[in-house]
């Protein structure tokens, strides 16, 4: 018998044990969570209106709901929990899928003014993250609930960075109570976005049309907004050299460029909202406004280098906003006792191994974003399982051999006082959550914080 622990619950968590079971019929995994509901960022990250990726659920579910496969929620891993050192002695192997936790900085001037968060604090608060800052707001934001604070007075909005994530942001803030109210949003949340006249907002990137990190399909979402009018600049998009024969890009790049010429060339049609795409704007700095929140954002026209990069032009503009969300991509956070590469937010490893001062830590496994750094789509992940669990699998000789291994750790973890929220628990929060949306006249609505969480697991039969 293999006994196998992963900790983290998302795509790459589920796809590891997935091929593991698959792989191996004498693998039993416990899939831990530090959150009592499993899915990582597929529940908390992927956009509500994106009903399509989201069903991806279904099928993690049978991951989870294997004979061999068992889900333990609410266990975290480190140092408030189970240390990693235990874990290496309660399993044969640990891998380690805990994602990309937090976002990057951007390091300028009024970057904490409020009404400036990074588009994962956004994220986590209409995906009803119970660590979302709508309960508490952060240290430093006045104390203003963030569910107001996002969106209260805000007439105009800057999301800063042209990825996947700043167009899911931007889209969220244009959407209207018609098309929120279907999806599994929290109702407070739903409540404000539809309440919210955000009428103006900018998406803005550093270098030129041909290098910004959307996909076409998420760009072209924008263009089918309701009452909503996209508006490129031809004269800026003509700064990208790239532009005029776009035949030369990779393919995503060149049908991102002939999507923005299309608009380019486009009359607005006068919708209510508006939202403009603006290229070579680096922000230097953001401007406080009215009651010392955020008023614009300054930004330095850019030039390209021709290297891919650019260069500032030292020519200034300030861009109004009363709400910034700063979306420049997910960072790794160090989880104690494993070994961390700080500049590139990942867990050092080969082929999947962990990799302790340069040599191979036998046990040890990382998978996802914390392996390869916070890039690609979901289904990225499943090769990059595939890879860790293959070198895993090699090591089994190793790794069982004069080891006893505890046959349940779940009685050891439960004595060390924790008690994991399993998969009869999980699945009372999905009645709680679906019994809410028919309170509400909607279908399911998720629960946005720990005690409605706990409390509907608790109602599972034992
Ligand atoms: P991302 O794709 O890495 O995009 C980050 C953006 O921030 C880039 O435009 C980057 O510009 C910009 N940026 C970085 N530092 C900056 C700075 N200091 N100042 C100004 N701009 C800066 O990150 P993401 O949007 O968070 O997405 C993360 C991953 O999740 C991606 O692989 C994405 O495709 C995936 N995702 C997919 C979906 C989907 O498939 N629907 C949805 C959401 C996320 P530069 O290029 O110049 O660095």
Redesign the pocket.
């Known amino acids: 018998m293999l006994r196998v622990a992963v900790v983290g619950s998302g795509p790459s968590g589920c796809y590891v044990a997935q091929s593991l079971v698959q792989q191996e019929r004498e693998a039993y995994v416990d899939v831990l969570d530090r959150l009592p509901c499993p899915y990582g960022l597929v529940r908390y990250?992927?956009?509500p209106d994106?009903e399509k990726?989201k069903s991806l659920q279904n099928t993690l579910r049978a991951v989870l709901e294997h004979d061999r496969v068992r889900f333990l929620g609410g266990v975290e891993v480190g140092s408030r929990g189970v240390p990693a050192a235990r874990l290496r002695e309660l399993y044969h192997a640990v891998v380690y899928c805990v994602g990309a936790a937090t976002d990057?900085r951007?390091?300028i001037p009024g970057e904490d003014l409020p009404g400036s968060w990074s588009?994962t604090e956004f994220v986590s608060w209409y995906s009803a993250h119970p660590d979302a800052p709508e309960l508490s707001a952060p240290p430093g934001r006045g104390g203003v609930p963030a569910g107001d604070g996002f969106l209260r007075h805000v007439r105009s909005a800057v999301v800063?960075?042209?990825?996947?994530?700043?167009?899911?942001v931007t889209r969220m803030l244009a959407r209207g109570p018609a098309e929120l109210s279907g999806t599994d949003m929290p109702q407070a949340a739903l409540t404000a976005l539809s309440a919210g006249r955000v009428a103006d907002i900018r998406m803005v990137?550093?270098?030129g049309p041909s290098?910004?990190?959307?996909?076409t399909k998420?760009l072209r979402e924008l263009g089918a907004l309701p009452d909503t009018d996209v508006v490129v600049d031809p004269a800026e998009l003509a700064l990208d050299p790239a532009y005029a024969d776009p035949t030369g890009l990779p393919g995503t790049q060149r049908r991102n460029v002939e999507v923005l010429r299309a608009w380019a060339e486009a009359p607005a049609s006068g919708g209510a909202r508006r939202i403009g795409l603006r290229f070579f704007l680096?922000?230097v700095a953001l401007l406080a406004g009215a009651a010392g929140r955020v008023g614009a954002v300054r930004f330095e026209r850019t030039a390209p280098d021709g290297h891919g990069g650019v260069t500032g032009t030292g020519r200034y503009e300030d861009v109004e906003a009363q709400l910034v969300l700063r979306?420049?991509?997910?960072r790794g956070v160090p989880l104690e006792g494993l070994p961390f590469d700080a500049a590139h937010g990942t867990v050092p490893h080969l082929a999947g191994r962990v990799l302790r001062a340069g040599a191979v830590a036998p046990g040890e496994y990382v998978a996802g974003w914390i392996k390869r750094g916070?890039?690609?789509?979901?289904g990225t992940n499943r090769p990059c399982a595939k890879e860790t669990v293959t070198s895993l699998l090699a090591d089994v000789p190793v790794l069982v051999s004069g080891r006893d291994v505890p046959a349940d750790p779940l009685p050891l973890l439960r004595a060390a006082g924790i008690e994991p929220v399993g998969w009869a628990g999980w699945r009372a929060i999905e009645r709680a959550e679906a019994e809410l949306g028919a309170s509400l006249g909607r279908s399911v609505v998720k629960l946005p914080d720990w005690e409605s969480l706990l409390a509907a697991a608790r109602t599972a039969a034992p």
């Open positions: 990250g992927v956009a994106h990726i990057r951007l390091g588009a800063i960075g042209v990825g996947n994530v700043a167009v899911d990137g550093r270098r290098q910004a990190r959307f996909t998420e680096r922000p979306s420049v991509g997910y916070p890039t690609g789509v979901i």
